[in-house]
């Protein structure tokens, strides 16, 4: 899948280094960590087996879909990290693929707008859920609050002490998770409990089946947060596209084995209906010892996101504010451990302000978190077309890894991605709020990136950089 793979020798990657402004500190097992660490969040194990509680068994043919939707986006971004390794990711490659305003649309309507209120989403989760473990125990909104302030103070120490945090932190919830599905799928702890039949809703090929593909992509969203990281990585040729594409498998394999041992326990509509089913199957599986597991798996889930995204988004704002498309400020790193720390500082103050609106209006951020999604999976579109564009443009241009089967994963992808975009919605009453909201969202992004691209940057808004420019930037 890739050629003329190289290598990084001590003195090529010092004087990367030097010219990049960042220390090659992350070797296979941190960038799998952040390709898995994003992705397994709260949200993800209350969103998997939502559906599984739709779909019975049958669920595994939308986590297969999905998990070959993610294979497709790995080999784009794979390939486009590596032709291009900037720390702006798809600002960079957008820039030189279709022009300087579509770059800040992907970006911030794919992943700033996307994580904010997905991080806050995440956290005050954890403060629900531990809460409900625990009453009384901690203030309300402290344990949210307080885990954000913890992690922008780690992450601001440097990269190192991420990678530290962040494989312990993966490595934890894969490794409960994996118990937990693999407990219930058993029965060690606890027999399974009579009148549970698995085949009575079976119907793999049924259309409620099929249409889950767009719930079920949202458990392999995000592995790509490794490419930000490319400049700090070691040996990335080789490290990135495998730490994604093993991330999204271990993602698949856990999270089928997690709904199926869901299904041995929780009827299936109650698992479907369920605000809180993992505490649900938590508590089957061992009882009110469970509870306790939950809190682990729970608090583990939520710290491996928010460490992963405080990382990787500060890093595309830098790349950004490198490329002139955002504030110049954001491109600031700390004189001793080579961190983006204004570019960190916004990322939490972002995070931390819709926590304060989402606690009142929780079902209206809701909607949002929803529409802003979908502004996910078009970045995810455009990441496809990037690599189209580029193939055609740049023929000859060295190639690191080369997208296997080349055009179909594009096409495939963005004929896939299209289709979750079009079932996103989780109910037909909604589908109008829904894409009114994603439209605010894109409107007011478009607006922005308008206004910066023809007044601050003084460009054109379709105008491809030459991409000469992007890689003998420093």
């Given at each position: 899948?890739?050629?003329?793979a190289?290598?990084?020798?001590?003195?090529?990657?010092?004087?990367?280094?030097?010219?990049?402004?960042?220390?090659r500190?992350?070797?296979?097992?941190?960038?799998?960590?952040?390709?898995?660490?994003?992705?397994v969040?709260?949200?993800?194990?209350?969103?998997?087996?939502?559906?599984?509680?739709?779909?019975?068994?049958g669920?595994?043919?939308?986590?297969?879909?999905?998990?070959?939707?993610?294979?497709?986006?790995?080999?784009?971004?794979?390939?486009?990290?590596?032709?291009?390794?900037?720390?702006?990711?798809?600002?960079?490659?957008?820039?030189?693929?279709?022009?300087?305003?579509?770059a800040?649309?992907?970006?911030?309507?794919?992943?700033v707008?996307?994580?904010?209120?997905?991080?806050?989403?995440?956290?005050?989760?954890v403060?629900?859920?531990?809460?409900?473990?625990?009453?009384?125990?901690?203030?309300?909104?402290?344990?949210?609050?307080?885990?954000?302030?913890?992690?922008?103070?780690l992450?601001?120490?440097?990269?190192?002490?991420?990678?530290?945090?962040?494989?312990?932190?993966?490595f934890?919830?894969?490794?409960?998770?994996?118990?937990?599905?693999?407990?219930?799928?058993?029965?060690?702890?606890?027999?399974?409990?009579?009148?549970?039949?698995?085949?009575?809703?079976?119907?793999?090929?049924?259309?409620?089946?099929?249409?889950?593909?767009?719930?079920?992509?949202?458990?392999?969203?995000?592995?790509?947060?490794?490419?930000?990281?490319?400049?700090?990585?070691?040996?990335?040729?080789?490290?990135?596209?495998?730490?994604?594409?093993?991330?999204?498998?271990?993602?698949?394999?856990?999270?089928?084995?997690?709904?199926?041992?869901?299904?041995?326990?929780?009827?299936?509509?109650?698992?479907?209906?369920?605000?809180?089913?993992?505490?649900?199957?938590?508590?089957?599986?061992?009882?009110?010892?469970?509870?306790?597991?939950?809190?682990?798996?729970?608090?583990?889930?939520?710290?491996?996101?928010?460490?992963?995204?405080?990382?990787?988004i500060?890093?595309?704002?830098?790349?950004?504010?490198?490329?002139?498309?955002?504030?110049?400020?954001?491109?600031?790193?700390?004189?001793?451990?080579?961190?983006?720390?204004?570019?960190?500082?916004?990322?939490?103050?972002?995070?931390?302000?819709?926590?304060?609106?989402?606690?009142?209006n929780?079902?209206?951020?809701?909607?949002?978190?929803?529409?802003?999604?979908?502004?996910?999976l078009?970045?995810?579109i455009?990441?496809?077309?990037?690599?189209v564009?580029?193939?055609?443009?740049?023929?000859?241009?060295?190639?690191?890894?080369?997208?296997?089967?080349?055009?179909?994963?594009?096409?495939?992808?963005?004929?896939?991605?299209?289709?979750?975009?079009?079932?996103?919605?989780?109910?037909?009453?909604?589908?109008?709020?829904?894409f009114?909201?994603?439209?605010?969202?894109?409107?007011?992004?478009?607006?922005?990136?308008?206004?910066?691209?023809?007044?601050?940057?003084?460009?054109?808004?379709?105008?491809?950089?030459?991409?000469?420019?992007?890689?003998?930037?420093?």
């Amino acid at each position: 899948m890739s050629d003329n793979a190289t290598y990084v020798s001590g003195a090529d990657q010092m004087k990367q280094e030097q010219k990049s402004g960042f220390n090659r500190v992350l070797g296979l097992g941190s960038l799998l960590a952040v390709a898995v660490g994003l992705v397994v969040s709260q949200g993800v194990m209350v969103l998997m087996l939502q559906g599984a509680g739709i779909a019975g068994l049958g669920f595994i043919i939308p986590l297969a879909i999905g998990f070959i939707l993610a294979l497709t986006y790995v080999f784009s971004f794979s390939e486009l990290s590596l032709m291009i390794p900037r720390a702006g990711s798809l600002s960079s490659y957008t820039e030189v693929a279709i022009g300087h305003f579509p770059a800040i649309l992907a970006v911030f309507s794919g992943y700033v707008v996307v994580a904010m209120f997905a991080l806050s989403a995440e956290l005050l989760l954890v403060d629900f859920i531990i809460e409900k473990i625990y009453p009384g125990m901690f203030p309300q909104y402290s344990v949210g609050f307080g885990l954000l302030a913890i992690f922008t103070a780690l992450n601001l120490m440097g990269i190192d002490v991420f990678a530290k945090l962040q494989s312990a932190l993966a490595f934890i919830m894969v490794v409960v998770l994996l118990i937990l599905g693999l407990s219930a799928v058993t029965g060690v702890a606890n027999p399974h409990p009579e009148g549970i039949d698995l085949t009575a809703n079976w119907n793999p090929l049924g259309g409620e089946v099929i249409t889950l593909v767009a719930l079920a992509i949202w458990g392999y969203v995000g592995a790509e947060f490794v490419c930000p990281l490319v400049e700090e990585s070691k040996n990335p040729e080789r490290n990135i596209p495998r730490a994604m594409t093993i991330g999204v498998t271990v993602i698949f394999v856990t999270i089928a084995i997690y709904c199926l041992g869901a299904l041995f326990y929780i009827p299936a509509d109650d698992l479907a209906g369920s605000t809180l089913p993992h505490y649900d199957f938590a508590k089957a599986v061992f009882g009110d010892a469970g509870l306790t597991f939950l809190a682990v798996a729970a608090v583990t889930a939520t710290c491996s996101t928010v460490n992963t995204s405080l990382a990787a988004i500060p890093r595309m704002l830098y790349g950004m504010a490198k490329n002139g498309q955002a504030f110049p400020q954001l491109a600031k790193l700390s004189s001793g451990n080579k961190t983006p720390w204004v570019a960190v500082l916004f990322t939490a103050a972002v995070t931390g302000l819709p926590m304060l609106i989402m606690r009142d209006n929780p079902d209206a951020i809701g909607l949002l978190l929803i529409s802003a999604a979908i502004a996910w999976l078009l970045a995810y579109i455009i990441t496809h077309i990037n690599v189209v564009v580029l193939r055609k443009r740049y023929p000859d241009l060295k190639r690191p890894y080369k997208t296997p089967f080349y055009p179909l994963p594009q096409i495939i992808g963005i004929a896939g991605m299209i289709y979750a975009v079009i079932y996103a919605s989780p109910a037909p009453e909604l589908s109008e709020q829904i894409f009114t909201a994603t439209g605010v969202v894109l409107g007011v992004v478009s607006v922005i990136g308008v206004f910066w691209v023809k007044v601050v940057m003084k460009k054109k808004l379709f105008t491809p950089e030459p991409i000469e420019k992007v890689l003998n930037a420093d």
